[in-house]
């Protein structure tokens, strides 16, 4: 198996993430990486097919999240897919809970079968549709943090995600380039669904020749979501908020 130590430190330093960093965290990653490169071959986890992509893009860029949220927060990952930002939160924080939500079941037994080989008993997969299991009392309202990553567009996004968070709690979404035009159109929504004003934290993730535009969108709940949030998903997607 490829040591990617000190790629992993190297990528992380550049970034100013390399204080997250420590020899069971590195373990982990190297695990993480030797598994996402040989799986992708036959599942298609991810796009990305070396090892320099799959720690800058993936795993640097879950990373960014992990210092706004709380010490032993309980989080949900919104269509976590093949474990981002899940995974790499549960390796960097063990006094976070985290609970990665998708509908497609397939990749969720690849993220239990990873949790397992990691040792992660903070990571456990819920299967499902978001807009569903925010109508349920056991979720709505539950979670200190809600993320999502590469789901939706925010307005819809939104609908998603804030029914989760608790009064006090965060739903952060991590976005690209678009991230200005996307709250543009959200921004009526997030208030109508019991969220502060969208803050949006504007960086670059940058390895040698390669910069990534990325943004932090976060809200704050700071009402209780109306019962009549989440709609069913033709409502959501057709007229977003
Ligand atoms: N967050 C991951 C995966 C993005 S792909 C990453 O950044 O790599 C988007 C994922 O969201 C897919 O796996 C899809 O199944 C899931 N998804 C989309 N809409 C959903 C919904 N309404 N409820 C649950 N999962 C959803």
């Not at 090892?51 to 949900?76: C, F, M, Q, W």
């Not at 209780?224 to 977003?240: C, Q």
């Amino acid at each position: 198996m490829t040591d990617y130590s000190n790629l992993i430190k190297d990528i992380f330093s550049e970034n100013g993430l390399d204080g997250l960093l420590n020899t069971p965290v590195l373990e982990k990653f190297n695990i993480l990486i030797d598994r996402m490169l040989t799986v992708n071959e036959k599942m298609n986890i991810t796009s990305i097919t070396d090892g320099e992509d799959v720690i800058l893009k993936h795993i640097a860029d879950s990373a960014t999240v992990v210092r706004y949220i709380p010490k032993n927060a309980k989080l949900l990952d919104v269509g976590t897919g093949g474990g981002f930002p899940s995974l790499p939160i549960a390796i960097l924080r063990p006094d976070v809970s985290v609970y990665g939500l998708d509908s497609t079941a397939k990749k969720l037994k690849y993220i239990d079968e990873t949790a397992e080989l990691l040792s992660l008993d903070n990571l456990k997969t819920i299967s499902g549709r978001a807009e569903v299991f925010g109508k349920s009392v056991n979720y709505r309202e539950r979670f200190d943090v809600v993320t999502a990553r590469a789901v939706a567009s925010l307005n819809v996004l939104t609908e998603l995600c804030l029914p989760f968070v608790k009064l006090g709690g965060l739903f952060i979404s991590m976005k690209g380039s678009s991230a200005a035009d996307e709250i543009a159109l959200a921004r009526s929504g997030v208030i109508q669904l019991g969220g502060s004003k969208f803050e949006d934290i504007e960086f670059t993730l940058h390895y040698n020749d390669k910069v990534m535009q990325r943004h932090l969108v976060i809200s704050k709940k700071t009402k209780n979501t109306p019962d009549s949030f989440p709609r069913i998903y033709s409502r959501i997607a057709k007229k977003p908020l």
